[in-house]
């Protein structure tokens, strides 16, 4: 996932604003999908495009949240790059996804794909991730 900066509060304990102190992984969300028995289904043939929370909105939001249903509205059938969404993509739990085009930017529910940055001077959130079965996208909220 996209590098963290320790920004501000760095300086205090003799950090620049923009040195790295960590990784905002995946790994609550693949703990979200194994304890919501989801595992098999996402190692299927697919292909999938998977909208991956990054662990700290998850801490966020709330583990307990992230039910099997809340999870399969981050999976959509298919591999769809950014650049190939145009239009609302269903989701594995029946609900649509919102396609917007602004400020020229896709976002899905108000969601940014491929955001440049994560405003705390770090690394851009990656998109286009290729998988053995599909494509996964790095997001800084949840849908």
């Keep these: 996932g996209p590098h963290i ?56 939001t709330g583990k307990e949240k992230f039910t099997a249903d809340v999870l399969k509205y981050h999976v959509v059938e298919g591999k769809h790059t950014v650049a190939s969404i145009g239009g609302d993509l269903p989701t594995l739990n029946g609900k649509d996804l919102t396609y917007a085009r602004k400020f020229r930017k896709t976002f899905l529910d108000d969601t940014i794909m491929g955001q440049e940055t994560n405003y705390g001077g770090g690394s851009g959130y990656p998109c286009d991730i290729e998988a053995d079965n599909g494509i996964i996208h790095i997001v800084s909220t949840t849908l």
């Excluded at 028995?37 to 990054?54: D, N, Q």
């Design 5 to 60: 900066c320790w920004g501000s509060e760095g300086v205090m304990l003799g950090y620049e604003e923009n040195d790295v102190k960590g990784y905002d992984n995946l790994g609550n969300l693949v703990e979200a999908i194994e304890k919501a028995g989801l595992t098999e289904t996402l190692k299927g043939p697919g292909p999938f495009t998977i909208i991956a929370p990054v662990d700290s909105i998850i801490d966020q």
